[in-house]
């Protein structure tokens, strides 16, 4: 009789070709890169029955208490598939609590069954949707940014005066609560060294954020409220100053104050600007 991985006998028998396509399909969706709906196509459920009496199989469908996977035993392989229910949980949802779980442990320490436990779903559907665990990451990192640049977007795109955009700019990257957007992206930051995809999402946020205070503070030249002859350099060195003073604020508890923070922020943008630093209050 042929033998399995693990050197057990397996049996010769299979039934009818129909339903060696089936145990096949079985096997095959174990891998993370397959869908539930690989394994319908081959196998309704409603066929579970039929299948179990299947000559030389021991199939034993374990379906969770939440809808969730689904456990068969195929002779000696034993494979966990992801039921359609399970997979309608949206994506943006997991990647909210990736996102919280990239918080608290950093990039370089989360794992898929951290996000897995975190979300209360198995790892199985965490594969549905991210084929690798650097592509979760990838992925949690890029929507935190998207969530970032669509309050950025709310601010360039209103119909607010240039001096009233450049205050909400400067209250958006300043750090509040648990400065939870700076703990990712100084997280990212260092993981960008190493990790290209993540360097690609860290480059537009940084280059997005100093494009649209450049556009604002160009407005605010042609409209006679600010004085520069850099909007771009001057772009740079403001958010060079709140990038640093960030990091100091968000790493190291009681180094500065967001008092201090917001104080000296505005002084660098007033000098660069020609305004009083009251302005910006």
Partial sequence: MPRTPSGRHTPTSLGNDRHHRVASALVNVS????????????????????????????????????GGNCS????????????RRAAEIR??????????????????NTRTADVANAAGVSQALVFYHFATK???LAQAF??????????????????????TKLRRILKLYTPAGRATSWSMWIDGWSESLRTPELEKVSRKLDL????????VISAGVAEGTFQCADPDG??????????GLAVQLAVHDRV???????????????RELGLDPADLD
């Fill in 31 to 66: 891998a993370p890169h397959h869908r539930a709906a690989d394994l319908d196509e081959h196998f309704p459920w409603n066929d579970q029955q039929r299948l179990a009496e299947v000559s030389g199989f021991r199939l034993s469908p374990r379906r969770s208490a939440r």
């Fill in 134 to 136: 650097e592509r979760l």
């Fill in 256 to 270: 500065i104050s967001r008092r201090q923070f917001g104080e000296w922020v505005r002084l660098v943008t007033a």
């Fill in 91 to 108: 994506l943006d949802a997991l990647l909210r609590t990736a996102c919280d779980v990239i918080v608290e442990r950093g990039l370089a």
């Fill in 234 to 243: 001057a772009a740079w060195r403001i958010s060079a100053v709140m990038d």
């Fill in 72 to 83: 068969c035993s195929v002779g000696w392989a034993t494979v966990t598939v992801v039921t």
């Fill in 208 to 215: 997005r954020w100093r494009q649209d205070l450049a556009a």
């Fill in 142 to 163: 890029a929507y935190a940014v998207e969530q970032d640049l669509a309050r950025l977007d709310a601010v360039t795109r209103s119909s607010a005066p240039p001096l």
